[in-house]
C-alpha cells in the first residue's frame, strides 16, 4: 500500500499496535526450585526484508515485521540516497518481505560505493560500510548550540520509553528507539530486533511526516550506543542522542566531531556524558 498517512499518537500506536513482531514457541523451563516444565514462550520474530528502489535492491535487512515503510524510509535517508520528504512519491510492500521505494520524478538516487548492499543482520548495520569517513561525507554537522536539556528531564526518559515497550515485556528480546522534543515528551517510538531499524523506524516516521530536521529533539536508544546509531541521528539532525547501555569509541570520536551530545549509561540517577556537554543543564535532579 501507499505509505502518506501521518503517524499515530502514542496512545494510539498503543492501541493499534501491530503484532504480528511476536511469535510463539513451546520450551522446556528448568525453574528456581529445580523443577523442569514444558511452558508457552513468546519470541520476537526475525526475518529479512528487502528494501528495493523501483527494480533494483539496495539492501537485504534483518528485522522485526511491523512499520516497514518507516524501516526503508529512514534506512535510505541515513544512507544518504533520499534527503527530503518529497524525494519519495510511494512506498509499497511487493511482497511480505519486499518494500519497493519509488522516487518521484526526475529524482536520481545518490548511490555510491559507500552504500551497503547484501545482507545486514539484526545486531550489525554499520558493518556493510566501506568508508567511514564516506559517512562523514554524507552530513553536515550538527550546528545548534544553544539547545539545553533538563537535568530532571533527562532522567525521566528511560521510564517513559520502558511503558512503550510492550514487546520487550513480552519477549524479553527486542530494542526500542524513541525520539522525544526537548521537553521530555515523546514524540515517536519503535521497537524492533535490531537497534539500527529501530531507529530507522523512528526517524523515517518523522521523515514521512515531513518534521526534519528533528534539530530540538533527543534520540534515547533502549540498547548500546554505536556509531551507526550516531549517524542516523545525524542524518535526521538530532543533536543529542542518548543510550541506556555504553557507546563505542567510534561512535564517541564521530559525536565529538560532528558537534553531537552523547550520554550513555543512563540509568537513573547515573550517567555518562562522552561528548558535548553544554548541551545538558547541570544541577540537582
Known amino acids: 500500500m501507499t505509505y502518506f498517512h501521518r503517524g499515530k499518537s502514542i496512545s494510539e500506536e498503543r492501541q493499534m499496535k501491530e503484532q504480528h513482531g511476536i511469535g510463539a514457541g513451546s520450551i522446556l523451563r528448568r525453574r528456581k526450585d529445580g523443577v523442569f516444565e514444558h511452558a508457552h514462550d513468546e519470541l520476537t520474530i526475525e526475518e529479512p526484508l528487502e528494501i528495493r528502489l523501483a527494480d533494483k535492491t539496495v539492501a537485504t535487512t534483518m528485522r522485526t515485521p511491523g512499520h516497514d515503510e518507516e524501516l526503508a524510509a529512514g534506512f535510505l535517508l541515513a544512507e544518504a540516497i533520499v534527503r527530503k520528504r518529497g524525494d519519495v512519491a510511494k512506498i509499497s510492500h511487493a511482497s511480505d518481505n519486499v518494500v519497493v521505494v519509488d522516487l518521484a520524478a526526475g529524482v536520481k538516487p545518490k548511490l555510491s560505493s559507500a552504500q551497503r548492499f547484501g545482507t545486514i543482520s539484526s545486531s550489525c548495520g554499520i558493518c556493510g560500510k566501506n568508508s567511514i569517513e564516506a559517512i562523514r561525507q554524507s552530513f553536515p554537522a550538527i550546528k545548534s548550540r544553544s539547545l539545553r536539556i ?33 521537553d521530555g515528551r515523546l514524540k515517536i517510538v519503535r521497537e524492533d530486533i535490531g537497534r539500527h531499524n529501530a531507529v530507522d523506524k523512528a526517524i523515517g516516521r518523522a521523515f514521512l511526516d515531513g518534521l526534519l530536521p528533528l534539530d530540538r529533539h533527543l534520540l534515547l536508544v533502549s540498547g548500546r550506543a554505536s556509531l551507526e546509531i550516531v549517524q542516523k541521528a545525524l542524518a535526521a539532525g538530532i543533536p543529542i542522542v542518548a543510550a541506556v547501555s555504553a557507546p563505542s569509541t567510534l561512535a564517541v570520536n564521530f559525536a565529538r566531531k560532528n558537534n553531537q551530545t552523547l550520554i550513555a549509561f543512563l540509568r537513573p540517577p547515573s550517567f555518562n556524558i562522552y561528548a558535548h556537554i553544554e548541551r545538558v543543564i547541570l544541577g540537582d535532579a
Open 150 to 182: 533538563d537535568l530532571t528531564t533527562l532522567l525521566s526518559l528511560p521510564e517513559q520509553l520502558r511503558e512503550e515497550q510492550s514487546d520487550f515485556a513480552r519477549t524479553g528480546g527486542i530494542h526500542a528507539a524513541g525520539i522525544f522534543e526537548i
